[in-house]
């Protein structure tokens, strides 16, 4: 008897955790043209397998970068990239969601090159109202020049998340209670870009990049995106209650999450503007309720 309660507790254990763990609804591939259009120097595109996959081209003349056609409130984004091979010192490859007034929300996946052999800094941040500094930087615990990996970002009322491959690598909780503003009425884009930032991307700009390793090259492909575009329906974003991304597994972490988020923190962590106390000798009211994280 006690026996089979104890088998019966497992059950619903391992059950319940699994209903728990549900990642975002999986991604959708789909052709570069279904979503997304070239924003800037077209000709530093190159398209293959019928725009399922793209490559963007940085040289010394120009880098590029394509956006969203829609503009989303809330939903889930992701894009599989792979970063510029070998010498991507001063490079920085881009996947963020902006809206695009003068307080403008943003949410920011940074890709910052290094020398060859030197490991890339993924560096992220969250800009709500026009007011950003909320910078993390982790080491990633992969190679993302060697292949494809799933960058994603999942955006609710109730919070926002950064995924690597669906680990959550950040969580920015709506902290509206405790005065800081959150993104939740001004849709946004998504943009992808390659650029040069050799003044600040590298040991803060003191590794230039190398011309001659030119032209530096990222992979893009996977374009899916399921959020509510703005564009087409504006009244039926407004109703967010009844999307998929609001329901109650996507309104935190469950617990096989936050184990997850932890060691990432702990062990890939190179800077977190949350702890910071020379930038930020008042820690930030959003940093203090995932201070036990
Ligand atoms: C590049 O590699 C160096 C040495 O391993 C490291 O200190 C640095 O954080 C890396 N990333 C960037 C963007 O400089």
Known sequence: MEFSLWIRSLILLSLTSAALSATPRKPVDVPFGRNYVPTWAFDHIKYFNEGSEIELLLDKYTGTGFQSKGSYLFGHFSMNIKMVPGDSAGTVTAFYLSSQNADHDEIDFEFLGNRTGQPYILQTNVFTGGQGNREQRIFLWFDPTKAYHRYSVLWNMYQIVFFVDNIPIRVFKNSKKLGVKFPFDQPMKVYNSLWNADDWATRGGL??????????????????????????????????????????????????QWKRIKWVRKKFTIYNYCTDRTRFPQIPPECRRDRDI
């Open 207 to 256: 590794e230039k990049t190398d011309w001659s390793k030119a032209p530096f090259i990222a992979g893009y492909k996977s374009f899916h995106i399921d959020g509510c575009e703005t564009s087409v329906n504006a009244k039926y974003c407004a109703k967010q209650g009844r999307k998929w991304w609001n329901r109650p597994e996507f309104r935190d972490l469950d617990a096989a």
